[in-house]
């Protein structure tokens, strides 16, 4: 590049208002794309990188931030990269961490990767045979966990969400899951942490190497304390690290955890940029930033990407237009409650408000679905009995109702689990369930088989207890 072009794509800084940074480039010259990430240094000497986000008149590129612009001077120089943020790929990237724009920030020295990737793709390039998808039979992905394989069968290619209010055990429920696959499945995962805490991010590292599948796991982190635009992009991130292993064959496991704090970064960078809000308060633009992310998760003739992703529910309102936005994309939605989570039911899974569209008879076999559709009925039924109990005691109930109310508190008590990943919480040890196992205690539940058994029997196990039970006559 002679020194005419250089200047041509150099610019200089004559605003800063938090993470939004405006740069006049050259009259004349030519300004850089829309997601074009530029460079500049702060007065310690620091690399910031921006990214481009809206053009102004005269020849001014409105950006937002990667990074701190503490220390950022009027008038500094900025330099464009002349191509979108580019994040390092490759096995290499195995057992790190990296932030939005791929440097690592596990103090375990430089990436030496090969190869680069942008973070931004547009869907268009993503070239798909539909015939060989449409030809491609639904395939279970086992985890091990009761509820889930149960009920919400994950199926590969599929999107699951998590919901929940604070503390609810969102971030255990994925720990499990990369543990049990990993484990289990010699699987590949990517894990993206979106807005959370520090500390969430410290001991799932530390956790995955206590287990030892640190070495399986891909990881991008835009933590809380860093700016929105570092929040937003870091799904970006993370997705693109996904892709690459789908590219080389791979079946990938992409969790997500929070895709509200995505949401949420992309709402503060509308407001800084003086957006007028959509009467929700949220952005005019949350339908297509939500949609921008979602849609690179799909499967290829080359592999798939079945995610996993966290969703917080500000005031545990199912409603708030953030969460409604993100509905659509989902195939699987698990619902987590406070109220099962209050009486010690972990995972906290409310069957009742959770759904799956993967639980049907053409993916999962016809004895599996019976049995699931069995013990929904149940739960059901067991709803309208709980408020009466709570009134008039268990006495009061004809005898019909008082053996299905003592099954479906086994069968709740059943579906509960140790963690792997939570035994310092429980002192319990941790179990991997197999469905065909989870399915046979179900199943003898339902049918009456382990009615001489406390319910206490079943609470936190893993396989059905092993002791002799009776057959009763009566068999739903």
Same mark, same amino acid.
């Given at each position: 590049?002679?020194?005419?072009?250089?200047?041509?794509?150099?610019?200089? +800084?004559?605003?800063?208002?938090?993470?939004?940074?405006?740069?006049?480039?050259?009259?004349?010259?030519?300004?850089?794309?829309?997601?074009?990430?530029?460079?500049?240094?702060?007065?310690?000497?620091?690399?910031?990188?921006?990214?481009?986000?809206?053009?102004?008149?005269?020849?001014?590129?409105?950006?937002?931030?990667?990074?701190?612009?503490?220390?950022?001077?009027?008038?500094?120089?900025?330099?464009?990269?002349?191509?979108?943020?580019?994040?390092?790929?490759?096995?290499?990237?195995?057992?790190?961490?990296?932030?939005?724009?791929?440097?690592? +920030?596990?103090?375990?020295?430089?990436?030496?990767?090969?190869?680069?990737?942008?973070?931004?793709?547009?869907?268009?390039?993503?070239?798909?045979?539909?015939?060989?998808?449409?030809?491609?039979?639904?395939?279970?992905?086992?985890?091990?966990?009761?509820?889930?394989?149960?009920?919400?069968?994950?199926?590969?290619?599929?999107?699951?969400?998590?919901?929940?209010?604070?503390?609810?055990?969102?971030?255990?429920?994925?720990?499990?899951?990369?543990?049990?696959?990993?484990?289990?499945?010699?699987?590949?995962?990517?894990?993206?942490?979106?807005?959370?805490?520090?500390?969430?991010?410290?001991?799932?590292?530390?956790?995955?190497?206590?287990?030892?599948?640190?070495?399986?796991?891909?990881?991008?982190?835009?933590?809380?304390?860093?700016?929105?635009?570092?929040?937003?992009?870091?799904?970006?991130?993370?997705?693109?690290?996904?892709?690459?292993?789908?590219?080389?064959?791979?079946?990938?496991?992409?969790?997500?955890?929070?895709?509200?704090?995505?949401?949420?970064?992309?709402?503060?960078?509308?407001?800084?940029?003086?957006?007028?809000?959509?009467?929700?308060?949220?952005?005019?633009?949350?339908?297509?930033?939500?949609?921008?992310?979602?849609?690179?998760?799909?499967?290829?003739?080359?592999?798939?990407?079945?995610?996993?992703?966290?969703?917080?529910?500000?005031?545990?309102?199912?409603?708030?237009?953030?969460?409604?936005?993100?509905?659509?994309?989902?195939?699987?939605?698990?619902?987590?409650?406070?109220?099962?989570?209050?009486?010690?039911?972990?995972?906290?899974?409310?069957?009742?408000?959770?759904?799956?569209?993967?639980?049907?008879?053409?993916?999962?076999?016809?004895?599996?679905?019976?049995?699931?559709?069995?013990?929904?009925?149940?739960?059901?039924?067991?709803?309208?009995?709980?408020?009466?109990?709570?009134?008039?005691?268990?006495?009061?109930?004809?005898?019909?109702?008082?053996?299905?109310?003592?099954?479906?508190?086994?069968?709740?008590?059943?579906?509960?689990?140790?963690?792997?990943?939570?035994?310092?919480?429980?002192?319990?040890?941790?179990?991997?369930?197999?469905?065909?196992?989870?399915?046979?205690?179900?199943?003898?539940?339902?049918?009456?088989?382990?009615?001489?058994?406390?319910?206490?029997?079943?609470?936190?196990?893993?396989?059905?207890?092993?002791?002799?039970?009776?057959?009763?006559?009566?068999?739903?």
């Amino acid at each position: 590049m002679n020194m005419e072009e250089q200047q041509k794509n150099t610019g200089r +800084i004559i605003s800063v208002e938090g993470p939004v940074v405006d740069v006049q480039f050259e009259p004349g010259g030519d300004i850089p794309n829309l997601y074009e990430a530029l460079e500049t240094k702060n007065f310690e000497g620091e690399k910031i990188t921006l990214e481009v986000v809206e053009h102004l008149e005269n020849n001014i590129a409105r950006c937002i931030a990667l990074g701190s612009t503490l220390n950022l001077q009027y008038n500094a120089m900025v330099s464009s990269c002349q191509d979108m943020v580019r994040i390092p790929v490759g096995y290499e990237m195995f057992g790190r961490i990296v932030n939005v724009i791929g440097e690592p +920030i596990d103090r375990q020295g430089d990436i030496k990767a090969s190869q680069t990737a942008p973070i931004r793709r547009s869907i268009t390039n993503v070239r798909l045979n539909p015939d060989h998808l449409a030809g491609r039979e639904p395939e279970i992905l086992e985890t091990g966990i009761k509820i889930m394989d149960f009920l919400f069968p994950l199926v590969k290619g599929s999107k699951t969400g998590l919901l929940g209010g604070a503390a609810l055990g969102k971030s255990i429920l994925i720990l499990e899951m990369i543990h049990n696959v990993v484990q289990q499945h010699k699987g590949v995962c990517v894990f993206t942490g979106a807005g959370e805490r520090i500390r969430e991010g410290n001991e799932l590292y530390f956790e995955l190497k206590k287990q030892n599948i640190i070495d399986k796991v891909m990881m991008a982190f835009g933590q809380m304390d860093e700016s929105p635009g570092a929040r937003f992009e870091i799904a970006m991130t993370g997705v693109t690290l996904a892709e690459y292993l789908q590219d080389q064959n791979k079946d990938v496991l992409f969790f997500m955890d929070n895709v509200y704090r995505f949401v949420q970064a992309g709402a503060e960078i509308s407001t800084l940029l003086g957006r007028v809000p959509s009467e929700t308060g949220y952005q005019p633009t949350l339908a297509s930033e939500v949609s921008d992310f979602q849609e690179r998760i799909r499967s290829k003739e080359s592999g798939s990407i079945t995610a996993l992703e966290a969703l917080y529910v500000p005031a545990d309102d199912l409603t708030d237009p953030a969460v409604v936005a993100i509905f659509s994309y989902l195939d699987a939605i698990l619902v987590l409650s406070r109220e099962r989570f209050q009486m010690g039911l972990y995972p906290s899974v409310d069957p009742l408000m959770s759904s799956s569209s993967n639980l049907d008879r053409a993916v999962v076999g016809r004895e599996h679905f019976d049995v699931a559709q069995e013990s929904l009925k149940i739960f059901t039924k067991y709803e309208e009995l709980r408020r009466i109990v709570a009134i008039v005691g268990v006495e009061e109930l004809s005898k019909a109702d008082r053996v299905l109310y003592e099954r479906a508190r086994k069968l709740q008590n059943f579906l509960t689990q140790p963690f792997f990943t939570a035994e310092i919480y429980t002192g319990k040890k941790g179990q991997y369930v197999p469905l065909c196992e989870t399915l046979d205690g179900c199943e003898r539940i339902i049918k009456g088989r382990a009615d001489e058994m406390h319910e206490d029997e079943f609470y936190l196990i893993g396989r059905f207890p092993e002791k002799q039970t009776t057959e009763t006559k009566d068999e739903r």
